[in-house]
């Protein structure tokens, strides 16, 4: 579960970077929560994808 909302988040951030720039602060914000969740998981052991 965590995982899936990673990759959706990083999608997200990668679709603003290419075109959104309005709301580019909000993407960064969750680029970041993207990139804890998956330290969290590599952490405890858990496969990333």
Known sequence: MLTTIAVVLIILWL????????????????????????LVRVIRGQKVL
């Open 15 to 38: 679709l603003g970077v290419i075109g959104i720039y309005s709301i580019g602060w909000f993407i960064h914000v969750l680029l970041v929560i993207a990139i804890i969740m998956i």
